[in-house]
């Protein structure tokens, strides 16, 4: 298993041209300023020409304010008047607590603030702090900022916000290296074996009827797989006997608007695939674009008859399939371990998290978090204890019968 500090690339504004002609900001001439929502604009214009991953571009972000009128703050690191850095966060209640976090929650994974990689070698901890302090001095209502899921690094970039105390993220990630094409990867990950399972499971399908992959071209086509995808999500977290992250109106609205507005680009940041068998559709996923790095941020299949013939396997091999087709060097499987990921993936991602209070109610909420997360991480590290979470997760759900191997985390 390879160690690695995932390499993203966003927008990639010329970031090796930008790296080899660094700007060194003098320390005082840091200016660091914050603004409610109405700096959202700004921060769209600032990402025309910035390096940022997919859940920090300026779709994901006016998409989600614009979807959930969430209460935005956003922050801004200058020298000399050239924006440098960018934070874009939402403003949320917990318990008694404003948190201030990356837009989308849980949704938002392999973060990376939008940056102008010629400044990142200046930009030190005090200078990130500067911008805590901006936001607290806009926004004295907020108690903690929350930076959760961050890369180390995005297009061998390394994360500014690493200048700051920190610590690992609860979840891994897992990623598959494509170098070398579809045939390379096979031959290094039981490729035997992966090809006679496709083909027995494309006779499966052919006997039920015909069965297609589609990949969402039109606004019509997007809305038919996300309802399906947002069907089964439904049907699945409750057998699992967890929330459904997706259930929000507001949340369903805002993938809807994302997803279909990236039909207008060239190459879509944002992609949907589907498989299709006899007419209905049996497994979704939901694909970000960075550079040449292909993210599967979301995916689910439908609890038919067909389930146990593992759809979403079989799209997955499509999708990586293409994936190396279009020339990406890594198909990401995003935040979560599970088996059906670890059959694909010989690269681990260690995020991590960054936790800044900004008074005394947010510093005792910071410690019970950090207390939280090592709690997480010992039960999805240790086998047994998190083998038994999951099933008693489904005994309180009332469903007794284990989880088939499209499970999420």
């Known amino acids: 298993m390879v160690d690695a500090t995932a390499s993203f690339d966003g927008n990639r504004v010329a970031a090796n041209e930008a790296s080899a002609r660094p700007v060194l900001a003098d320390q005082d001439r840091w200016t660091a300023t914050a603004s409610d929502g109405t700096g959202v604009a700004d921060y769209v214009q600032f990402c025309a020409s910035a390096l940022f991953a997919p859940a920090q571009s300026a779709s994901w972000v006016s998409n989600w304010a614009a979807a959930t009128g969430a209460d935005m703050v956003v922050a801004t690191l200058s020298s000399d008047g050239r924006p440098a850095l960018s934070l874009a966060l939402e403003i949320v209640r917990s318990g008694p607590f404003n948190v201030a976090r990356f837009a989308g929650g849980r949704h938002a994974n392999g973060n990376f603030?939008?940056?102008?990689?010629?400044?990142?070698?200046?930009?030190?901890?005090?200078?990130?702090?500067?911008?805590?302090?901006?936001?607290?001095?806009?926004?004295?209502?907020?108690?903690?900022?929350?930076?959760?899921?961050?890369?180390?690094?995005?297009?061998?970039?390394?994360?500014?916000?690493?200048?700051?105390?920190?610590?690992?993220?609860?979840?891994?990630?897992?990623?598959?290296?494509?170098?070398?094409?579809?045939?390379?990867?096979?031959?290094?990950?039981?490729g035997k074996r992966k090809r006679k399972k496709h083909r027995s499971q494309t006779r499966k399908f052919e006997a039920v009827g015909a069965f297609r992959r589609i990949e969402a071209r039109t606004r019509e086509?997007?809305?038919?797989?996300?309802?399906?995808?947002?069907?089964?999500?439904?049907?699945?977290?409750?057998?699992?006997?967890?929330?459904?992250?997706?259930?929000?109106?507001?949340?369903?609205?805002?993938?809807?608007?994302?997803?279909?507005?990236?039909?207008?680009?060239?190459?879509?940041?944002?992609?949907?695939?589907?498989?299709?068998?006899?007419?209905?559709?049996?497994?979704?996923?939901?694909?970000?674009?960075?550079?040449?790095?292909?993210?599967?941020?979301?995916?689910?299949?439908?609890?038919?008859?067909?389930?146990?013939?593992?759809?979403?396997?079989?799209?997955?091999?499509?999708?990586?399939?293409?994936?190396?087709?279009?020339?990406?060097?890594?198909?990401?499987?995003?935040?979560?371990?599970?088996?059906?990921?670890?059959?694909?993936?010989?690269?681990?991602?260690?995020?991590?998290?960054?936790?800044?209070?900004l008074t005394l109610k947010g510093r005792a909420l910071a410690t019970t978090m950090r207390q939280g997360a090592r709690a997480k991480a010992f039960i999805k590290n240790n086998p047994t204890v998190w083998k038994l979470t999951k099933m008693l997760r489904r005994k309180a759900a009332g469903q007794a019968a284990p989880a088939a191997v499209e499970d999420d985390s």
């Open 221 to 357: 086509e997007v809305d038919k797989l996300l309802d399906a995808f947002l069907e089964m999500k439904e049907v699945r977290f409750a057998k699992m006997g967890i929330a459904n992250v997706f259930g929000d109106r507001q949340v369903r609205d805002f993938f809807r608007a994302l997803f279909a507005d990236a039909l207008a680009e060239e190459k879509p940041p944002f992609l949907l695939h589907g498989l299709d068998v006899a007419g209905k559709l049996r497994a979704v996923t939901g694909s970000s674009r960075s550079g040449k790095r292909l993210i599967c941020e979301f995916g689910a299949i439908a609890e038919d008859d067909l389930s146990s013939t593992s759809p979403g396997d079989f799209l997955f091999f499509d999708n990586i399939q293409e994936a190396c087709e279009l020339g990406f060097d890594v198909y990401d499987f995003s935040v979560g371990d599970e088996p059906y990921k670890r059959l694909w993936c010989d690269i681990e991602v260690q995020h991590f998290e960054v936790l800044a209070p």
């Open 113 to 190: 603030v939008a940056a102008d990689p010629r400044f990142l070698p200046a930009i030190d901890g005090r200078a990130i702090r500067s911008m805590f302090q901006a936001i607290a001095r806009a926004r004295p209502d907020i108690d903690l900022i929350s930076l959760e899921r961050l890369l180390p690094d995005l297009d061998g970039v390394a994360n500014p916000l690493a200048a700051l105390p920190g610590f690992p993220s609860p979840n891994l990630a897992l990623a598959v290296d494509l170098d070398g094409g579809f045939d390379a990867l096979l031959s290094r990950a039981s």
